[in-house]
């Protein structure tokens, strides 16, 4: 209880830091771990505005009137790409030329990694060190497959924080000391992050679990945990008989600990697998759907997917 009185005075203080703004500059980001950072780089000169607040998946979401007020008038747009979310991907192309559209996907540096085989057996492909040698419509193609959820890994949280600081200082150079001295501190308790991730992942590297859709492997790769699988390839889709018998095996032989699924959607998938077995039930939030939106909020989540990792797998 007491911890969340604090983290609620804090992010209290943090809003009230943010309305003290010196700068006009009007930035939209389209979901809470990418706002997260986008916030604390600009923290003390501006808040940006959220486009997917409260409990929703970027990949079944719904563009709203006040959405595309907001982008109308966007100065700066940072968004994840059409593959996370579909749902800006005509608004942005629509978007007046004046607005400066960041795809936070296709900036330089980033770890990416293709999406994995239904089995999750053996190690995604990585075509970092290759895809900048390549010709811009082969580039496309290869990012059209790219697993999006690439702020699940620390180190590319860094690589975000630094483009940021970057582009916000071209637009806004009165206060480009500012976003550099913000980016510094979040690049330190990033690095104190991982390692922090490090030790607590390693107590469960060896244990099996299965997630609800393949959402992880960012996370799982940078502390290499060992996850099974999921349980639906395409959130969107229903699930057939044939798919659920494919799970059912996968828990059996697979040994599977755990199965998580998400805060956005139903449990009753989930119980109706784990039902006459020893498998737990664990949820993990890969967007931060119940963390209150702000500089907080991404070292929040990566704290919360390894608390909710260690409970249902130890």
């Not at 003390?44 to 997917?52: I, K, M, S, Y």
């Not at 800006?88 to 900036?107: D, F, Y």
């Not at 980033?110 to 811009?136: D, M, Q, T, V």
């Not at 299965?210 to 959130?235: C, M, N, P, W």
Request: aromatic fraction near 8%; charge should be positive; proline fraction near 4%.
């Amino acid at each position: 209880m007491k911890v969340r009185f604090y983290t609620v005075i804090i992010s209290l203080l943090i809003c009230f830091s943010e309305t003290n703004a010196d700068s006009n500059l009007n930035v939209v980001v389209s979901i809470k771990p990418f706002h997260s950072l986008v916030s604390g780089v600009m923290l003390g000169v501006a808040r940006p505005e959220l486009l997917l607040k409260g409990n929703f998946s970027p990949h079944t979401y719904s563009l709203k009137p006040s959405d595309a007020k907001k982008l109308q008038y966007a100065d700066l747009v940072f968004w994840g790409g059409e593959a996370l979310e579909g749902f800006l991907a005509k608004p942005i192309i629509s978007l007046s030329k004046n607005a400066k559209v960041v795809s936070i996907l296709e900036i330089n540096g980033l770890k990416l990694r293709s999406f994995r085989a239904e089995s999750h057996i053996g190690k995604s492909e990585n075509f970092e060190s290759y895809s900048h040698n390549l010709p811009k419509n082969q580039v496309a193609e290869l990012k059209a497959a790219v697993d999006p959820h690439i702020w699940l890994d620390p180190e590319n949280a860094k690589v975000i924080t630094q483009k940021t600081v970057q582009i916000l200082s071209d637009f806004d150079p009165e206060n480009a000391q500012k976003f550099q001295k913000n980016g510094e501190k979040i690049i330190v308790r990033l690095n104190e992050l991982d390692q922090q991730l490090s030790s607590e992942m390693s107590e469960i590297s060896d244990r099996t679990y299965l997630v609800l859709h393949d959402a992880y492997q960012y996370f799982e790769s940078r502390y290499q945990l060992k996850s099974a699988g999921s349980i639906t390839l395409q959130l969107e889709h229903f699930l057939g008989v044939s798919r659920l018998k494919k799970v059912q095996k996968m828990i059996k032989t697979s040994k599977v600990r755990c199965i998580f699924t998400e805060p956005q959607y139903s449990q009753k998938l989930v119980k109706t697998l784990i039902k006459d077995t020893s498998v737990k039930k664990g949820i993990l939030d890969p967007i931060g759907a119940d963390i209150l939106p702000g500089p907080e909020l991404y070292f929040d989540l990566l704290k919360n997917l390894s608390i909710s990792l260690k409970s249902c797998l130890n």
